[in-house]
């Protein structure tokens, strides 16, 4: 099925692990991003990325890596979890950028204890 | 600083009665206003994109218009599918890599 797709859709962690979200889309969309949704906040811009190998930071990207080798592929990795990063995690992708109309995946909802 | 203010919190409708949504911003600039709407335990699903003061777009029930200050998301003789969270999103000029979400408004609608 087209679309984006997030996996897994909940993840628990203990704090200092490190943990993988997976972000797959397969309409070749050239932007690719990563948000995190906090009770009483906005969606907050973690990375993008406007191509494959092309990677910069948004808004909140502390302890947050990213890598992009293929167009389809964003994973996000949490190198040492915190409990602060407690979140639901959003993969979203766009034809043109920020500019756009950004299609989401449904989330993982991420727990730190 | 820049910033999304969306307005109410929440809303509860009976079926019908129509009401707006209200997204107020303040930004160096605007390169686009967005609308979302999120239902619960899904990501969100695009509506509308405004550019400049004085655009109106609709769908459905729904109207979006922009001012240089704000945005109305007008809902008009709502139904229940209507409920979920409205989402908005502003583009500001100065950051190259900024999006701007505010909180949202859950909206209910009651048969």
């Known amino acids: 099925d087209a679309g984006i797709t997030q996996s897994p859709r909940y993840k628990i962690t203990e704090t200092g692990r490190q943990v993988t979200l997976m972000c797959h889309q397969t309409?070749?969309?050239?932007?690719m991003f990563w948000y995190r949704q906090d009770l009483g906040h906005g969606l907050r811009l973690i990375y993008y990325?406007?191509?494959?190998?092309?990677?910069d930071k948004g808004e909140v990207p502390d302890g947050y890596v990213v890598s992009r080798s293929k167009t389809e592929n964003f994973p996000l990795t949490l190198e040492s979890a915190t409990r602060s990063q407690t979140s639901v995690y959003f993969c979203?992708?766009?034809?043109?950028?920020?500019?756009?109309?950004?299609?989401f995946g449904q989330g993982t909802r991420l727990t730190v204890v | 600083e820049d910033q999304v203010t969306q307005s109410p919190e929440a809303l509860r409708l009976q079926e019908g009665e129509s009401s707006s949504l209200n997204c107020s911003y303040t930004?160096?600039?605007?390169?686009?206003l967005f609308w979302y709407r999120q239902d619960p335990g899904k990501g969100p699903e695009f509506l509308f994109t405004?550019?400049?003061a004085g655009e109106e777009k609709e769908k459905e029930r729904l109207k979006a218009t922009l001012t240089k200050k704000e945005s109305f998301l007008h809902i008009t003789a709502p139904k229940p599918e209507d409920s979920a969270t409205y989402l908005c999103?502003?583009?500001?000029?100065?950051?190259?890599?900024?999006?701007?979400f505010g909180a949202g408004t859950r909206l209910a609608v009651h048969p």
């Open positions: 930004v160096s600039g605007l390169r686009g």
């Open positions: 405004l550019y400049s």
């Open positions: 979203a992708s766009s034809p043109r950028g920020l500019n756009t109309e950004a299609f």
């Open positions: 309409w070749s969309h050239s932007y």
């Open positions: 990325s406007a191509a494959a190998d092309i990677t």
């Open positions: 999103a502003v583009r500001p000029s100065g950051g190259y890599n900024k999006l701007i």
